[in-house]
């Protein structure tokens, strides 16, 4: 698997890959998703990488790297939309893109890594705990807004 980060260009591919992630639906395609991706392109801390397999976009996670005024004013790092094509799953597709992210936070000197899920699933929960992630040092809060 190919994994670089998403171009300009891919935008239409990632939104369909995103059809997968809670139902989604595939956006309008107007001023404001256009307005949406042009500030995330721009944001040097916002990254969405992709897994690439046969030229085909197959999996992608986001991986947002926020300065912080503690820990030494090391930054930390959230990882959100991670997804793999339902015909690629356990694969292996999706620890290859969560240690290309983990490269990311390295190299941006967070650190720490915070990645919350929704899902129940016994086997999601695991592919997270195989990928190094844990759920004792941390509780998580969530406001739906």
């Known amino acids: 698997m190919l994994i670089r980060e998403v171009l300009k260009d891919d935008l239409l591919d990632l939104l369909q890959l995103y059809t997968q992630l809670h139902d989604n639906q595939m956006p309008s395609q107007d001023s404001q ?3 949406i991706w042009e500030k995330i392109m721009a944001d040097d801390n916002h990254h969405i ?3 690439f397999v ?3 976009l197959i999996a992608s996670c986001v ?3 926020i300065p912080n005024l503690t820990r030494k004013q090391q930054p930390y790092a959230l990882i959100e939309n991670v997804i793999t094509d339902i015909a690629y799953r356990k694969k292996g597709y999706g620890t290859q893109l969560l240690e290309a992210a983990a490269e990311i936070a390295k190299a941006a000197n967070c650190y720490k890594i915070m990645l919350l899920t929704g899902a129940k699933e016994e086997s999601t929960l695991n592919f997270y705990q195989k990928a190094g992630y844990n759920q004792q040092d941390k509780t998580a809060f ?3 807004l």
């Open 33 to 35: 998703l256009a307005t």
């Open 54 to 56: 046969g030229g085909k």
């Open 142 to 144: 969530i406001q739906w």
């Open 49 to 51: 990488l992709a897994g």
């Open 63 to 65: 991986i947002v790297v």
